[in-house]
């Protein structure tokens, strides 16, 4: 829980900073939460270890762990599922275009057991062949406390219908386009020992998102949106000590889903 606020931090004294601007350019803001499900494509992950050891996973599958029960189990770490958030500044009196601060919390599993095609060089020994990736016997790796894709979005808006008596918005359809960084900590078991990582800078990111807007009451709404993407991690394992000379890169696309709620705070 203490990480998520590690991480809204920034964004909250930026969003201070910009309502104080006395310049009045920013017509307004809007801050979000919610959850996500996501899809992966088959990815390539080149694998450089310390040991010598340099060779690709070919096609490797994937998939997301949503953890939504902990949000029964354990309400108060509601940052323990794959979670969003985001703070949009408007930029315009019709509040139809906003820029947007956007933190995806997904996580990524290279699947158990499968049978993946192998090539390169593994402890001084070539390969070029089919192998199953058992966490004991050979390796895993995962980012699932955070593939963490942090990135700026442009978002445009367009009113389909409003409330009965005409005075706001009812529903909304959305659209976004964004780029940014991505900050993992990730998994990473050889033959066995399991090497937790730490927190850093390790790729980019590139995305388009497209949905709708539900405003329930004058400021409160829900939003509900599919995004698609591409994500690249040019070094997923940071040079810590005990990683020292380790690395792994790869790159993949993906579907999400996300539901959120969110509000709307108004300068006028």
């Given at each position: 829980?203490?990480?998520?606020?590690?991480?809204?931090?920034?964004?909250?004294?930026?969003?201070?900073?910009?309502?104080?601007?006395?310049?009045?350019?920013?017509?307004?803001?809007?801050?979000?939460?919610?959850?996500?499900?996501?899809?992966?494509?088959?990815?390539?992950?080149?694998?450089?270890?310390?040991?010598?050891?340099?060779?690709?996973?070919?096609?490797?599958?994937?998939?997301?762990?949503?953890?939504?029960?902990?949000?029964?189990?354990?309400?108060?770490?509601?940052?323990?599922?794959?979670?969003?958030?985001?703070?949009?500044?408007?930029?315009?009196?019709?509040?139809?275009?906003?820029l947007e601060i956007?933190?995806?919390?997904?996580?990524?599993?290279?699947?158990?057991?499968?049978?993946?095609?192998?090539?390169?060089?593994?402890?001084?020994?070539?390969?070029?062949?089919?192998?199953?990736?058992?966490?004991?016997?050979?390796?895993?790796?995962?980012?699932?406390?955070?593939?963490?894709?942090?990135?700026?979005?442009?978002?445009?808006?367009?009113?389909?219908?409003?409330?009965?008596?005409?005075?706001?918005?009812?529903?909304?359809?959305?659209?976004?386009?964004?780029?940014?960084?991505?900050?993992?900590?990730?998994?990473?078991?050889?033959k066995g020992d399991?090497?937790?990582?730490?927190?850093?800078?390790?790729?980019?990111?590139?995305?388009?998102?497209?949905?709708?807007?539900?405003?329930?009451?004058?400021?409160?709404f829900l939003e509900?949106?599919?995004?698609?993407?591409?994500?690249?991690?040019?070094?997923?394992?940071?040079?810590?000590?005990?990683?020292?000379?380790?690395?792994?890169?790869?790159?993949?696309?993906?579907?999400?889903?996300?539901?959120?709620?969110?509000?709307?705070?108004?300068?006028?």
């Open positions: 829980m203490n990480r998520f606020f590690l991480f809204l931090l920034p964004f909250i004294l930026a969003a201070s900073s910009f309502g104080q601007s006395k310049q009045k350019k920013i017509k307004g803001m809007y801050i979000q939460w919610g959850y996500n499900t996501e899809w992966y494509s088959n990815s390539n992950i080149h694998f450089k270890l310390s040991n010598g050891s340099d060779f690709v996973i070919h096609s490797a599958k994937a998939s997301d762990k949503p953890d939504l029960d902990a949000v029964y189990k354990k309400p108060i770490d509601i940052s323990i599922p794959q979670y969003n958030y985001r703070i949009g500044f408007y930029l315009n009196d019709e509040k139809t275009r906003a956007n933190f995806d919390h997904a996580k990524y599993v290279v699947n158990d057991f499968q049978k993946a095609h192998v090539t390169g060089i593994i402890e001084g020994i070539a390969v070029d062949g089919d192998s199953i990736l058992n966490p004991s016997s050979f390796l895993h790796v995962e980012h699932t406390d955070g593939a963490n894709w942090l990135h700026i979005n442009y978002v445009q808006q367009k009113n389909i219908k409003k409330n009965l008596d005409k005075t706001r918005p009812l529903f909304n359809l959305i659209g976004k386009a964004g780029l940014g960084i991505n900050i993992p900590r990730t998994d990473f078991t050889w399991r090497l937790n990582n730490n927190f850093h800078v390790a790729g980019y990111n590139l995305s388009i998102e497209g949905g709708f807007r539900y405003y329930f009451s004058k400021k409160f509900g949106t599919g995004k698609t993407g591409y994500v690249r991690y040019m070094n997923a394992l940071a040079n810590t000590t005990e990683l020292k000379n380790n690395y792994v890169k790869h790159g993949f696309g993906y579907f999400e889903m996300i539901a959120l709620i969110g509000y709307d705070i108004r300068f006028q």
